[in-house]
């Protein structure tokens, strides 16, 4: 790296080498997970406190889940759209930083799908809520009744 001044400014002129050791996709307001230039992860501030935080997880270059932060900076609700099929389906509420009730509409019909019930963070039930699922809001343990969870078609 070469340093250069005039009177007005300083300028950093970066080898490739210097730039690939010193680059971070990690910058004040976000991160670039796949170096294209893009934020893929945003972090919105309000009153120098995060407010909310907004990611392209499977880095398609659209928006695709936000956490909402209280004016402490705890995060309360989270925002997702989990099919990437464009709509947001998916609420998760948190207490003490442990989401412990998240629901989905499955369908995108206004109703919702299934809800989950989490202790600490963990996934304690299951409410399976819509018709397609050939049952009315059954309620299972999903550790004693071994559903899979993963297997269930949405
Ligand atoms: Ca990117
Ligand atoms: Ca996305
Ligand atoms: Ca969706």
């Known amino acids: 790296m070469r340093c250069s001044s005039n009177s007005s400014y300083t300028r950093f002129d970066y080898s ?12 004040s307001d976000g991160i670039d997970f796949n170096h294209d230039g893009q934020l893929d992860e945003k972090w919105i501030y309000k009153d120098y406190r995060i407010s909310r935080v907004i990611s392209d997880r499977n880095l398609d270059g659209k928006e695709d889940v936000t956490h909402h932060y209280d ?41 919702t799908g299934y809800r989950a019930h989490l202790k600490h963070g963990v996934f304690s039930e299951v409410e399976l809520i819509e018709p397609h699922f050939n049952t009315t809001k059954k309620k299972a343990d999903i550790f004693n009744e071994q559903i899979d969870l993963f297997r269930i078609r949405f």
């Open 16 to 27: 490739p080498l210097t730039f690939r050791v010193y680059y971070s996709p990690i910058t």
């Open 71 to 111: 004016r402490h900076g705890l995060i309360y609700i989270t925002k997702s759209e989990d099919d990437f099929d464009g709509p947001y389906e998916t609420t998760s509420k948190y207490k003490r930083g442990n989401v412990y009730l998240q629901e989905s509409d499955t369908n995108n019909d206004g109703h």
